[in-house]
């Protein structure tokens, strides 16, 4: 079952007592606060699908972490979310104690870089604190795809990755194992994972949703995974009715006195709740027609009519008619036409 399903712990792996099969991966020992970070000869075995695999253990300097160290491309953390309210649960802990759960990452092809694997939220902290970065470094080349999620997959989390991330990943990995995966239906990806077809729907959902609207949010990573659903209705709202997303998250942010909340969680509810009601008002769900209607015309004939309609910004105007001459249409068209091209 793919690592996007029912996830496997990291205890089960090191002593449930099965034989490590296809991609699984089993640690020899557990990470710790009892690790001596300053022993750098120490080394750990990791088994992968080529068999044992010894990783290094590397103490990051602070003016090094930034430069030697980065996220590993299958790492599904989304690092440009990562701010103070994104890491608020376990940032203190750090700044007074430093990182006593070592991470794990892989050399890169060239052996100059460390790719972090688990542990790129207290790559993030240890920056931000000033604080050294404990790591176990396996050898350049020495795991596949399946065996850097499985890791990722058994490692207990600092931060849980969002729906969103979840998303990216799954089909990161679904594209690995047949590239025409960016057009299957959501049964189809279900199968081709191995997982079920709600998580598939519900992750996907997320993982499709404008960036625009997510990065709204403070600690957009860590929003409520319910948040997705409404975020996706409003999206294709905006759409239907040709309101440019970035536009809309101002008005919202504007109603909303992000100040006046003390915690990440409120502002992230109080910000939904704002985009919810502009979505009502733009489905004149609010009491307010959307669209502002003008006869033209009036005709004795009730069902022939010429309409005008503006809507609530004045942005947009549509000019409805019903039961008009197609020559005097088709005049009309031609009028714009000859109006525009005169100005190319």
């Known amino acids: 079952m793919s690592k996007f399903g029912r996830q496997t712990s990291k205890e089960q792996l090191l002593h449930g007592g099965k034989k490590a099969g296809f991609s699984q991966v089993r640690q020899s020992n557990n990470l710790g606060s009892s690790a001596q970070f300053t022993n750098t000869s120490k080394t750990k075995v990791f088994t992968l699908e080529s068999g044992k695999v010894s990783a290094t253990h590397h103490i990051i300097s602070t003016v090094d972490i930034e430069t030697k160290t980065r996220a590993h491309k299958l790492n599904p953390r989304n690092q440009k979310a990562l701010c103070l309210d994104a890491v608020r649960k376990i940032i203190e802990d750090i700044r007074e104690n430093g990182i006593d759960t070592d991470c794990v990452g892989i050399w890169s092809d060239d052996n100059t870089t460390i790719e972090v694997i688990e542990g790129s939220v207290r790559r993030w902290c240890a920056i931000e604190t000033d604080q050294v970065y404990p790591i176990w470094v396996l050898p350049a080349g020495c795991a596949t795809n399946r065996d850097i999620r499985r890791l990722i997959s058994s490692a207990v989390m600092q931060k849980a990755h969002s729906f969103r991330e979840r998303g990216r990943a799954m089909m990161q990995e679904a594209i690995e194992l047949d590239s025409n995966a960016i057009n299957m239906k959501v049964n189809d990806l279900a199968v081709l994972l191995d997982i079920g077809r709600e998580t598939v729907r519900k992750l996907l959902q997320a993982y499709k949703v404008s960036e625009v ?91 022939k009519r010429v309409r005008k309609l503006t809507n609530n910004d004045g942005r947009l105007v549509k000019f409805e008619f019903s039961r008009i001459e197609k020559d005097l249409i088709d005049e009309i068209e031609i009028l714009i036409k000859n109006r525009y091209s005169e100005r190319d």
């Open 213 to 303: 609207l997510i990065e709204a949010f403070p600690d957009c990573e860590g929003i409520p995974n319910s948040f997705y659903a409404s975020l996706s209705r409003i999206e294709k709202i905006l759409i239907k009715h040709s309101r440019k997303p970035a536009e809309f998250v101002k008005e919202a942010q504007k109603n909303v006195n992000m100040e006046s909340f003390a915690t990440v969680d409120d502002r992230q509810v109080h910000l939904l709740k704002s985009m919810e009601q502009l979505e009502a008002k733009i489905k004149g769900g609010s009491g307010k027609s959307e669209w502002d209607a003008v006869e033209v015309v009036t005709f004795d004939n009730k069902d």
